[in-house]
């Protein structure tokens, strides 16, 4: 089955890469594949990763240079080991796949069951929304969704579940942009960072994040690379604070991803400084790539950082 959609920044992450014939590539964010076909068109072997059960249908007729894992990509060197690949990439968030399903309830665009979850476990978005204490329901939406009036919406649902527990994405997205008070001529709509806060919540992608970076240094060869494409702020944050003190820069401190191990051998070298956007051509053909940043690095031999306790 071919992929549905070419993903984010794909010629800049192939380029960071430089995969080859004879090299080993985890494709940490299998989605629908577009990274680990592009990266076996180049003649490297590719180790795949995605908890989405949904993902395996995408892998048919990859061949025997390609194999997916059914787990998280932070278990990756608990799967191959330390020292065992020459690249890894990373395309974090939601995929395009995701969205466009209503069944999954990710996009207040299609109507479908409140579900948002990437993998098969856990509790789903109505679970928490219907269950959680309205702190912690205001603590998601103003930390992970960024969302500036995060007690008020938790407030009105509080209220509201009383009588009706929520279950449908466009019901919810229809009540938070009530109690936001409209539109009024917005680009974007009022339940934006609602639903990305609960999103990530639901799947502990900052968390899976942090962890997956770590386990990315563990698995790659002195020479190896990490390519990472991030969509938002927060993720943008943990990666910069991840690369900044392993390249021997200034440490930035992240509440997400503290420094560890300072004055230690630089364990990555920066391929280029900051972070590189899509192009005004890629952004006007996809605007889901409008804030996509992607960052990458070498690793040197140095040996692993230990994280700070």
């Not at 928490?128 to 939406?141: D, K, Q």
């Not at 899976?208 to 990490?226: C, D, F, N, T």
């Not at 991030?230 to 021997?248: C, M, N, Q, Y």
Request: aromatic fraction near 6%; include cysteine.
């Amino acid at each position: 089955m071919s992929a549905p959609h070419v993903p984010v920044l794909m010629a800049e992450v192939i380029e960071a890469l430089a995969p080859g014939p004879g090299q080993k590539i985890v494709d940490g964010t299998f989605g629908a594949g577009g990274y680990s076909r592009a990266l076996l068109a180049t003649g490297a072997e590719v180790i795949a990763f995605d908890r989405d059960p949904t993902a395996r249908r995408f892998a048919e007729g990859l061949g025997d240079r390609f194999q997916l894992i059914e787990a998280c990509f932070s278990e990756m060197d608990e799967r191959l080991g330390e020292g065992s690949v020459d690249g890894v990439a990373l395309d974090l968030g939601v995929s395009s796949m995701q969205l466009d399903e209503a069944d999954r309830g990710f996009s207040f665009m299609r109507d479908g069951p409140l579900d948002m979850r990437m993998g098969a476990q856990g509790p789903t978005a109505a679970e928490l929304i219907n269950t959680a204490e309205p702190a912690e329901l205001s603590r998601i939406f103003w930390v992970y969704g960024e969302e500036k009036k995060a007690r008020r919406i938790a407030g009105a649902i509080a209220r509201r579940r009383e009588e009706q527990p929520f279950e449908r994405t466009l019901e919810f997205a229809d009540f938070v942009e009530r109690v936001l008070g409209g539109r009024r001529g917005a680009k974007v709509h009022p339940a934006t960072r609602t639903f990305q806060g609960l999103r990530i919540a639901v799947n502990d992608e900052l968390s899976e994040l942090e962890a997956g970076l770590v386990s990315a240094e563990r698995v790659l060869k002195p020479g190896g690379r990490l390519a990472v494409v991030t969509f938002h702020s927060l993720e943008d944050r943990i990666v910069k604070s991840f690369f900044t003190p392993r390249a021997g820069q200034t440490p930035a401190g992240s509440r997400h991803l503290p420094p560890a191990q300072a004055g230690a051998p630089p364990s990555f070298e920066l391929i280029f400084k900051g972070a590189h956007a899509p192009s005004d051509a890629e952004t006007a053909a996809n605007p889901r790539a409008r804030s996509a940043k992607l960052r990458a690095a070498i690793r040197t031999a140095a040996p692993v950082w230990e994280e700070a306790a």
